[in-house]
């Protein structure tokens, strides 16, 4: 019996059961354009899982737009040890995705046999979004994982990531944890009148990664002395910024920064103190 075989539905079609509740936990692991020759080409795979424990993988494939065009296999080998390295090798689970649908094996230790994985789903826009409950490959809290086209002979096409490294994926319910690095202001020395840039980098303490561009939400609040000065914030490169304009009439005055950052439910703040010259 065939493993967990679903249609591949048309773009933009969804699944019944396939939509869970809002990630929170979002990663999008980036694999070079253009290496695979004629082949699907693997662009990026983002990582998501919900509340609930449900991973939604979405594998981008820009120049197979619609599943009937991927002539191709795509596999998504898969380790549930928590503890394991994450170089690539025999995984004990892999999807296997064509024009027809997908299918679910099991390594047995000689060969990779069908398993049923009664959560999984699928959809294909651009390439295929695969969601499954994370108990049905019995993954824990963390899981390696590549991904590879092959072509009917078996022969690897394109891998991501290249080399001998996997991916690794840190599953996360409920908000990410995160910290900030030192706060600091450009000038060093904030002068009355004049502007003032603040940063503040933030970077995930499970997987050790930035935060993406979007998604993220920077407050920006100061004081010189009394008087409270509002700043305007943004997020780039994994680096929190603020910028403010210092009261003419504040030389001398006590300057307190302090930037509050956003994502997903998890709240990070950082301050720096300075006397105004």
């Not at 009937?68 to 892999?94: C, F, M, T």
């Not at 994926?169 to 009355?192: D, E, K, N, Q, S």
């Not at 210092?246 to 006397?275: C, D, E, H, N």
């Amino acid at each position: 019996m065939i493993g967990s075989l679903l249609p591949l539905l048309l773009a933009l079609v969804a699944v019944p059961g396939a939509a869970g509740r809002a990630g929170s936990n979002t990663v999008t692991f980036i694999d070079p354009t253009g290496d695979s020759g004629t082949a699907a080409d693997i662009t990026a795979v983002e990582v998501s899982n919900d509340d609930n424990g449900v991973i939604t993988l979405k594998v981008s494939l820009p120049n197979r737009p619609a599943p009937e065009q991927l002539r191709d296999v795509l596999v998504i080998a898969i380790n549930n040890d928590p503890g394991a390295s994450n170089s690539k090798g025999p995984y004990p689970y892999a999807v296997f995705a064509f024009s027809q649908g997908v299918q679910t094996m099991r390594f047995d230790g000689s060969r990779f046999v069908p398993f049923d994985a009664p959560s999984l789903r699928a959809t294909y826009s651009g390439g295929p979004t695969i969601t499954f409950n994370r108990g049905d490959f019995g993954i824990s809290s963390r899981f390696a994982f590549f991904a590879q086209i092959r072509d009917q002979s078996a022969k690897v096409q394109d891998d991501a990531p290249d080399g001998s490294a996997a991916y690794t994926y840190v599953v996360t319910i409920g908000p990410p944890p995160l910290a900030a690095a030192a706060v600091t202001m450009t000038p060093r020395v904030p002068v009355h009148g004049k502007a003032i840039s603040v940063r503040m980098p933030v970077t995930r303490t499970d997987n050790g990664t930035a935060l993406p561009d979007v998604g993220v939400t920077v407050r920006c609040m100061a004081r010189a002395g009394k008087k409270r000065i509002t700043g305007s914030g943004s997020y780039t490169g994994g680096v929190a910024r603020c910028t403010f304009r210092l009261p003419k009439a504040s030389r001398g005055k006590l300057l307190r920064v302090t930037l509050t950052v956003t994502y997903q439910g998890a709240t990070i703040s950082g301050s720096f103190p300075s006397r105004i010259r």
